[in-house]
């Protein structure tokens, strides 16, 4: 089975400045994918980013980025130019496209909190 | 357009009471599943369907049923309620495919006395 793992509960950044959070996970898999969502006060999940492992390229979205290190296994979320309403908890998740529901495997989430 | 619905939001429960957490979508997703979200260990798989009439077990299946009767609807059933059920619980669809996203209802807070 797949795990992943969040090794940062908590994370603080300045407003106009760069994050970076930190995830990593174990498979035997070569093909997978893997997502940040985030989750406000609102308890939303939101999705902010995607990657698909056969992909080099890092995805990117706005100020959203991603460091893919597929050999690493890592998988980590840059944000910059961070604002007030990026606070919240990420959570990084990993589906393969082996399961029969399409499920995710969580890390266990980072809280981010922006300072103004 | 909805997306997935969620109800109740807020419940409290006494040990041993059931209940029926509601879960409705209306984008025609084949897939749904069950969720709960524990401080620490992001959110673990209850439950999952991959169509109507066909349900499967997750990662943490004690003490919950579901069922699937129509595409839209995927009910979570607390048979005897314990206080270790006190949880976030989410709902999500998504369609086929490993790289399409899942949408995720708002969340039901359960705290079980």
């Known amino acids: 089975a797949q795990t992943v793992t969040q090794s940062q509960p908590e994370m603080s950044v300045q407003e106009a400045e760069t994050v970076t959070l930190s995830c990593t996970y174990d498979t035997s898999e070569s093909d997978y994918y893997l997502f940040w969502y985030k989750q406000p006060p609102s308890r939303q999940m939101i999705l902010v980013i995607r990657q698909e492992a056969y992909k080099q390229q890092n995805a990117t979205e706005n100020r959203f980025s991603v460091n893919f290190q597929k050999a690493a296994k890592s998988f980590s979320l840059k944000i910059s130019d961070s604002q007030l309403g990026d606070a919240a908890m990420y959570f990084c998740a990993y589906r393969s496209p082996q399961n029969a529901g399409n499920m995710l495997t969580f890390g266990g989430g980072t809280r981010l909190m922006v300072k103004p | 357009n909805a997306g997935v619905t969620q109800t109740p939001k807020f419940q409290v429960l006494k040990t041993g009471q059931s209940m029926t957490l509601q879960c409705a979508q209306d984008?025609?997703?084949?897939?749904m599943s069950w969720y709960r979200q524990d401080p620490g260990m992001g959110l673990r798989l209850i439950h999952y369907s991959v169509g109507a009439g066909i349900t499967d077990q997750g990662e943490v299946p004690n003490g919950y049923n579901v069922s699937r009767s129509t595409t839209e609807d995927f009910p979570l059933r607390l048979l005897s309620a314990a206080p270790s059920q006190t949880s976030v619980y989410f709902c999500?669809?998504?369609?086929f495919g490993g790289g399409t996203e899942a949408f995720f209802g708002q969340g039901t807070r359960l705290t079980v006395v």
């Open positions: 984008m025609n997703h084949e897939y």
């Open positions: 999500a669809s998504s369609y």
